[in-house]
C-alpha cells in the first residue's frame, strides 16, 4: 500500500519561529509536492521538486523555502513563522510522467500564535 | 494559474441517487483534468482523469464529462452511498511558466449522502 507521511498532525509555533515539516514518501516517486488548503480556496501549491535537490516554486512560495536531499524526502521550511502561515499543510508525491496523479499525506495542521 | 471554480459549494443527495458535481475552468491549455476526493481527517484521493482529447471517461460508479466548448468538467457518482460523502475537488493540469506541469485546484464541493 502507497504511503505518504507527514511528521505532525497538528504543531502550534510561536511568531518569528523557524517551523520544520517533514514529508516521506515509500513509493519511490520522482515528484513531491507542498501545499496549503484553507477554507474556501482549495489547495494551493507552495513548492514542488521533480528531483533530488531539485526544486520549483508554485503559486504561493513566499515566506517559504524546501529542501529534498533524499529522493523519499521533501520539507517544508517556515523561515519565521507569522500567523497567516496558520493552516491545514499537505505534502503529495506522484510518478515523474504521472503528475496528475497525486498521492496525498494525511496533513499537519499548523497554528502560529 | 489560472482559476478553477466549482458551481455548487454543498451537494445533498439521497443514498441510492446518482451524483452530478461540477466544475468550470478556464485554461484553454489544460492537457488533463482531475478529480479527487477528500475524506474529513485525510488527504485528498485520486479518483478519475480525463485528457483533454476526450469528452468522457468511465470509472468504477463513476463518469467524467468533459466539454470543451463551454469549459466545463462534471463528476457523476452512480448510486451514491454514505462512503461517498466528502470534499470533492476538480484540477487541471496546465503548465508553469517553467515548461513544467503543476495542479491547479478548484475549492471544491461537500457532498452529503443522506441516509
Known amino acids: 500500500d502507497v504511503k505518504v507521511t507527514q511528521s505532525s498532525r497538528y504543531l502550534v509555533k510561536r511568531t518569528g519561529e523557524k517551523v520544520f515539516l517533514e514529508c516521506v514518501q515509500d513509493?519511490?516517486?520522482?515528484?513531491m509536492f507542498w501545499y496549503r488548503q484553507d477554507p474556501g480556496l482549495g489547495l494551493r501549491l507552495i513548492y514542488f521538486?521533480?528531483?533530488?535537490?531539485?526544486?520549483e516554486k508554485g503559486d504561493i512560495p513566499e515566506g517559504y523555502s524546501v529542501s529534498r536531499e533524499k529522493k523519499e524526502r521533501f520539507s517544508l521550511i517556515l523561515e519565521s513563522a507569522s500567523t497567516n502561515q496558520t493552516s491545514m499543510y499537505l505534502c503529495?508525491?506522484?510518478?515523474?510522467?504521472?503528475?496528475?496523479?497525486?498521492?496525498f499525506g494525511p496533513g499537519t495542521r499548523l497554528t502560529v500564535t | 494559474g489560472e482559476s478553477v471554480g466549482l458551481h455548487l459549494p454543498t451537494l445533498s443527495v439521497q443514498e441510492g441517487d446518482n451524483s452530478i458535481i461540477n466544475c468550470a475552468y478556464s485554461?484553454?491549455?489544460?492537457?488533463?483534468f482531475i478529480w479527487y476526493k477528500q475524506e474529513s481527517g485525510k488527504g485528498p484521493q485520486f479518483i478519475i482523469d480525463?485528457?483533454?482529447?476526450?469528452d468522457k471517461r468511465q470509472g468504477q460508479r463513476v463518469t467524467v464529462l468533459l466539454n470543451k466548448t463551454v469549459k466545463h468538467l462534471s463528476l457523476q457518482i452512480a448510486a451514491t452511498q454514505p462512503g461517498d460523502s466528502a470534499v470533492y475537488f476538480c484540477?487541471?493540469?496546465?503548465?508553469?511558466?517553467?515548461?513544467?506541469?503543476?495542479?491547479?485546484f478548484g475549492s471544491g464541493t461537500r457532498l452529503q449522502v443522506q441516509p
Open positions: 480525463i485528457r483533454s482529447n476526450m
Open positions: 485554461n484553454s491549455a489544460s492537457d488533463y
Open positions: 513509493m519511490d516517486h520522482e515528484n
Open positions: 503529495a508525491s506522484s510518478l515523474l510522467d504521472r503528475d496528475y496523479e497525486q498521492y
Open positions: 521538486s521533480y528531483d533530488v535537490k531539485m526544486k
Open positions: 484540477a487541471e493540469n496546465s503548465f508553469m511558466d517553467t515548461g513544467r506541469r503543476a495542479l491547479t
